[in-house]
């Protein structure tokens, strides 16, 4: 086990109970980005083990969620619900990493939410899924403005779209759209709320969404991918003057300034400001309101991660979850 | 003079009383849009001669200002606030075109605005502007969300820019910071509500917008060239979960989509809809609490059109007014 020391008052050292491989671990792990001597990992939820003398608002034993951007929570930037950009921003994946048994967490006071007990190990899967890709589908649907009356398009039945399913429900939304053409994701879509499956990509995607809402495109658009098809799929999709929420790492993408000056839609996105949902999701997590943790359909021990990522890689599995 | 024939019951004729050369009137001037029997002219101001026996919001002698998009003002789009998307939008640029005696507008219930009575000449200038340039950088500031407590930089000193400087400290913005390096659009910008000046470009304009907001950006930001240079600008210069409008036309803009994603920042923009303003902003002309019609330096009769297309070109002029 790699050793773990506090550096700063404002630390706290967490014992972890889960954690998990993102779909942007595959990043470093196919050489995209660096990957030597990298700390990988970023998802986890755990019981804190040590606290720095600074430390206030969690304690030794508290059951504990982040975000997996580190952030001090008292910053402007912060205080406005941009917490991923933080004046003290870290990203966990890379300097923390949290594919260990143990994370130093900086900033625990902004970072950490405390659960309101120590959960039972059915709620686990749940409560770690909203350390990112609930927290990040959900703000994809918050970006896209889906609520009550609007007829929400997920692009993107990975597990960062499936929530933005469940979120968009959650948000009141009269209508979903999840374009997906894999069954068994189709039916997980279903479940989370999605009340049409578009099959169809691209253009034709497009095409098939403005049928689908009076040749107007949906309101709200979800794009949860990061590839060129997917962003210009998703920008098609949203109706003049809609909101398109993006979420999807797009490494490779360029748009075209004419062609979203021609759309005319609002286009917010980013990596997500999770921490600025945690403490709703956690509640909702907890009154077994949401389900999220059904996204993991891999379990493994930390010590088979590297056949984790090869099935992630090789599309075997969504989300894998990365248990002790 | 061009005849003019109505097509439709939904059609009036207007006598143009002004007309002008907009900076988006030099994309088929210099041969980047075609421009070969194109009826050229978007922003008008007139008498309405003749009305279509369907229409029933304005009546002959009546005196209109229209916005630069047809819109029929009741289709879904239209309704909620975005009628440069109408389900029957035309651009008058083009196909109907203003630099010419009289212009047939179709849907003219739904395009064009009487003003309360026959303004006097001193009004002409600022009335005609509400059709284009200070509804367009109106709608830059509203989509940029300038308000009470906000820190609004506007990038541009063109026209559009400008009215962006006008419209933010109408919509109550707290500091205005022009870029501007040009000393008389500077003064302008100044009797428009600029409080500060920032005369850097680029990276170094961008440095000096974060010197002045404590290290985070603006809240809102107005892009009004439509260059790669002042596009990457104005995306730099926008705080995290910042509002960033853009509405000059950038036919050789290019966003690498990751940029965006690590910006973290809100954008929204295209053709504006101006008719969502025009009552708004007709009734503050009319009542003598803005001034748009400065940003007119120079003012020929429409037969010297060529002479006010080649002081554009040259930017020996910012804007140029063409009577009758």
Known sequence: MRGVVMYKATDAVIRLTA???????????????????????????????????????VKVGDFVVGSFVIS??????????????????????????????????????????????????DLIPSLLAASDVLGTGWYGAVAAEAGPGKTVAVV???????????????????????????????????????????????????????????GLGAHSVVEAVGTQESTMQAIGATRPGGHLGFVGV???????????????????????PVRRFLPHLIQLIWDREIDPGRVFDLTL??????????????????RVLLTF
């Open 72 to 121: 001090d929570n008292t910053c402007e930037t912060c205080r406005s619900g941009y917490q991923s950009g933080c004046a003290h921003r870290e990203f966990v994946a890379g300097t923390i990493g949290t594919q260990s048994e143990k994370a130093r967490t900086p900033h625990a006071d902004g970072t950490l939410v405390a659960t309101p007990g120590q959960p039972t190990p």
């Open 250 to 272: 797009n490494y490779d993408v360029t748009i075209q300034g004419i062609d979203l000056f021609f759309a005319g839609i609002h286009v917010e996105g980013g990596p997500a």
């Open 19 to 57: 954690t998990c491989i993102c779909g942007s671990d595959l990043w470093p792990y196919r050489g995209v980005e660096p990957a030597d001597h990298t700390n990988m990992g970023h998802e986890y939820a755990g019981v804190v083990e040590e606290v720095g003398s600074d430390v206030k608002n």
């Open 156 to 214: 993107g039945d990975g597990a960062v779209g499936l929530m933005a399913v469940l979120a968009a429900k959650q948000l009141g939304a009269e209508r979903i759209i999840a374009m997906s053409r894999h069954p068994e994701r189709q039916e997980l879509a279903r479940f989370y709320g999605a009340t049409d499956i578009v099959e169809e990509r691209g253009d034709a995607g497009v095409a098939k969404i403005k049928e689908l809402t009076d």
């Open 301 to 318: 021990p930390l010590e088979q991660a590297a056949e984790g990522y090869q099935a992630m890689d090789e599309r075997r599995a969504t």
